[in-house]
């Protein structure tokens, strides 16, 4: 399954389980404007609260496409646990694990491990 493909159908998972993420910044801003609607001398804050609130509303779909990367091996993961169970999650846990990628490289490539061994003395 392409890459855009998995990406394109989880957002539509989440949209049609009307999904909805809320950061930690955003737990904890609407808890200060339950504070600040509870206190009347932050009262004054409260406008600058909600705009920020506003703003980081806007943000959120930007979340996704900044965490793509992350979020696709980790659905990657998933989807291959579903059909092949542990094995299949560490199989392709592999494909991004970097310790794992030079182990590889070492082993399968004689010029890289004569250099490595090289550079360690």
């Given at each position: 399954?392409?890459?855009?493909?998995?990406?394109?159908?989880?957002?539509?998972?989440?949209?049609?389980?009307?999904?909805?993420?809320?950061?930690?910044?955003?737990?904890k801003l609407k808890e200060l404007i339950t504070i600040s609607e509870n206190d009347k001398t932050t009262s004054s804050i409260k406008g600058k609260?909600?705009?920020?609130?506003?703003?980081?509303?806007?943000?959120?779909?930007?979340?996704?496409?900044?965490?793509?990367?992350?979020?696709?091996?980790?659905?990657?993961?998933?989807?291959?646990?579903?059909?092949?169970?542990?094995?299949?999650?560490?199989?392709?846990?592999?494909?991004?694990?970097?310790?794992?990628?030079?182990?590889?490289?070492?082993?399968?490539?004689?010029?890289?491990?004569?250099?490595?061994?090289?550079?360690?003395?």
């Amino acid at each position: 399954m392409k890459d855009e493909k998995i990406i394109s159908d989880f957002q539509i998972f989440l949209e049609k389980e009307n999904y909805k993420y809320q950061s930690e910044f955003e737990k904890k801003l609407k808890e200060l404007i339950t504070i600040s609607e509870n206190d009347k001398t932050t009262s004054s804050i409260k406008g600058k609260v909600l705009a920020l609130q506003k703003d980081s509303e806007a943000a959120l779909p930007k979340l996704l496409e900044n965490d793509k990367r992350d979020i696709l091996d980790l659905l990657k993961e998933e989807l291959a646990s579903r059909y092949f169970g542990l094995t299949g999650r560490i199989k392709a846990s592999l494909d991004t694990d970097l310790q794992f990628q030079v182990g590889l490289r070492l082993l399968l490539d004689q010029k890289y491990y004569n250099n490595f061994l090289q550079r360690r003395n």
